[in-house]
């Protein structure tokens, strides 16, 4: 019964903050601006704006996951091997940033690759002529790596390092090389914490507006724009509400094949 009592502020909490949000979302979404039911706010994203927003958020989301992954997992390898004391360390300084707000962390890195910044300023003087990095697709990937990147290491360094030793010395004493056993043991059961990676930084990169706003300029159109616009600026909520209905379900999917990916990989056995 005392548990009961602990779980009903995270019920009206999940009630009045998530279920509530979604039905009112879903209501607007399925209604035209008279309230009458309508389905034209969710078949919006086949225009070819919002096709090719979508299209360019699945890019830049699917370039920044796996980037953070070839980042991420041979640095938890190395932080696997290393020592105790020289883990949390490298753990701090990656974590370290997250403390600081996210609108500030973008503005930095904005300084850094704008055309007067930080780098262009340290090029011109060493003789080599400025580079364009802001306002482009490379800069909303090297925000969202920037950002998203801790929220790949977590899960891989936690699923690599809950790997038993034993069977990485069994590995070896059977004749395994370091390629065979990690392709063997390591890759296989680090694969569950690859994909919880996976779902921790594509899907928030998928719904990602600010940092192409900043590093983008707006120059670069992202479904997360669209939605922000129709929100803010044209107060659509209908047409705002449809394609973040769509946008919803994208994701749900997404992350339901993740789901099944990690449930397969964690039933291997070596």
Known sequence: MNRKLL???????IIGFTIIPLIFIFIKAMTNADGGFTTENILAIFDPVHRKALISSVELAFIATVICILLAYPLALLLRDSNVS??????????LPMWMNF?????????????????NF???HLGFDPVQMINTKGAIVFGMVYDY???????VLNAITAIPEDYIEASKDLGGGRWQTFKKIILPLSLPGVGSGIAMVFVPSMTEFVIANILGGGKILLL???????????????LGS???????IFIVITTLLLGDKDSNDRGFAP
């Open 7 to 13: 779980s009903y502020p995270y019920i009206i909490w």
């Open 86 to 95: 020289n883990q949390k360390l490298m753990l701090f300084i990656l974590i």
């Open 122 to 124: 340290i090029l011109t």
């Open 149 to 155: 990147l801790p929220y790949m290491i977590l899960p």
């Open 103 to 119: 609108i500030l962390r973008i503005l930095a890195l904005q300084m850094l690759i704008s055309n007067n910044g930080i780098i």
């Open 224 to 238: 997360g724009n669209v939605i922000e616009q129709e929100f803010i600026t044209s107060m659509n909520w209908n």
């Open 242 to 248: 449809g394609l973040s209905l769509t946008l919803m």
